[in-house]
């Protein structure tokens, strides 16, 4: 691997390390109760944000190189944007906060603030990767990590806090303290900025959507594919099974994204330098490679995982109840088929077949959302751990006979 690949692995594993943590320590110590209001709580905001401000942030990436001679414009233009779609998301959550979660004043203003501060993180965590400033990006991202960690474990253990506020009063002072970090870090795209001047064009913001919208609804819908079915179980049996079926998928989601994770960048970043050297033939051959690799660790990762369940359930987790394999092996292998499709998804993108690859997701969250609203009533958390197998298996049967149909053509 290349420097910039480990600078990247550096970076993306403190933040893995301590969303693992985060899963652990609040499903033990504040209950399944706190995590499940948590979550909703958590992929509702995700989901405003991602929808209102995600097209801004991978055009930031796009625009800023392609635009040398305009920077500090075109900067401003970009953070005016981010202000406004800040101001917008945050009301969103308000109202969501009020009228569906029913929330008191502190927690409505905890969750107000993490998804307006989001916002901005987002987009200096942007500007710097814009510019390759991996150091940097990773030092921001552990910064936010470290913090978050530190407000959790004393609000937990020195001040006894058991609210899953706890988790999002965290967030806050990890976003917050990163921003005020930033704003000391004398670095190549915040001093451009001009706060002085509104700078709009519509014509600027139009190219910005017509840009990142494709990416945008992809990844909107890959997060309402995890977080549709935890609003459903909500609804039937309440904040305790919602707890225990997320803290559920979240573990395994993530622990099967941290064990091959370095597959995914090393190899990507193989495939795209072949595909730029025009050897496409050798490109598929490294993304069959890629997966052939996955596999081996899945393998890995499932017998660590058969071994250590049942002390992982019962002991550190204190949720016995999901020790059951209808449960948890549909939402282990549905998270490493999700890997399989993001390896192909990401080989398919240079052949710019975006829009087959946004149909398909957006068909597989529209089943997803309603086998739930059929089964869940009457089967609960296995009926969403099948279902999630099922819509998962479909995506990433697309993205093979798509990915062959397209290698036949190379």
């Not at 052939?292 to 899945?298: A, G, P, R």
């Not at 998270?335 to 390896?343: E, K, P």
């Not at 993108?349 to 009533?377: K, Q, S």
Request: hydrophobic content about 55%.
């Amino acid at each position: 691997m290349n420097k910039e690949v480990i600078k990247y692995l550096a970076g993306r594993f403190i933040p893995a390390i301590v969303s693992l943590a985060l899963i652990v320590l609040t499903i033990r110590f504040l209950g399944p109760v706190e995590y499940g209001r948590y979550s909703l709580l958590f992929y509702m905001a995700l989901l405003v944000i991602t929808l209102d401000f995600q097209w801004v942030q991978v055009s930031i990436l796009r625009f800023l190189g392609g635009m040398p001679k305009e920077t500090n414009v075109v900067m401003s233009r970009f953070f005016d944007l981010t202000i406004f779609n800040a101001l917008f998301s945050t009301l969103i959550v308000i109202l969501a906060g009020v009228f569906y979660f029913d929330l008191a004043m502190v927690d409505l203003i905890l969750v107000a603030l993490f998804t307006f501060l989001t916002h901005f993180y987002l987009f200096h965590k942007a500007i710097l990767e814009a510019y390759h400033k991996s150091i940097r990006t990773a030092i921001l991202e552990g910064a936010d990590q470290l913090l978050i960690m530190i407000c959790l474990l004393a609000g937990m253990f020195f001040l006894e806090l058991r609210s899953s506020m706890l988790i999002f009063g965290s967030l806050v002072v990890g976003l917050g303290g990163v921003l005020v970090l930033r704003s000391l870090t004398r670095v190549k795209g915040l001093l451009t900025i001009d706060l002085k001047h509104l700078y709009w064009d519509s014509r600027f913001s139009g190219k910005v959507i017509e840009f990142g919208y494709g990416i945008t609804l992809w990844l909107f819908f890959s997060h309402l594919l995890m977080a549709a079915d935890r609003f459903i179980i909500m609804e039937y049996y309440g904040y305790y099974d919602t707890g225990m079926y997320s803290a559920l998928k979240d573990l395994l989601f993530k622990g099967v994204t941290i064990a091959s994770f370095p597959i995914y960048i090393s190899y990507q970043s193989k495939m795209v330098d072949k595909w730029n050297a025009h050897h496409k033939i050798e490109a598929w051959k490294t993304i069959k490679e890629a997966i052939s690799f996955e596999m081996l660790i899945f393998i890995l990762v499932f017998i660590g995982f058969m071994v250590s369940k049942p002390m992982l359930f019962a002991e550190v987790l204190e949720i016995p109840e999901m020790d059951f394999w209808l449960l948890y092996l549909p939402v282990l292998m549905a998270s490493f088929l999700w890997q399989v499709a993001l390896l192909l998804q990401r080989f398919l993108e240079l052949t710019y077949r975006t829009a087959y690859m946004l149909i398909a997701i957006g068909v597989c969250v529209f089943l997803n959302v309603i086998l739930n609203l059929i089964f869940v009533p009457q089967h609960g958390m296995i009926a969403s751990s099948l279902i999630l197998l099922t819509t998962s298996t479909l995506y990433a049967g697309f993205m093979v006979v798509l990915a062959l149909i397209t290698s036949k053509k190379l």
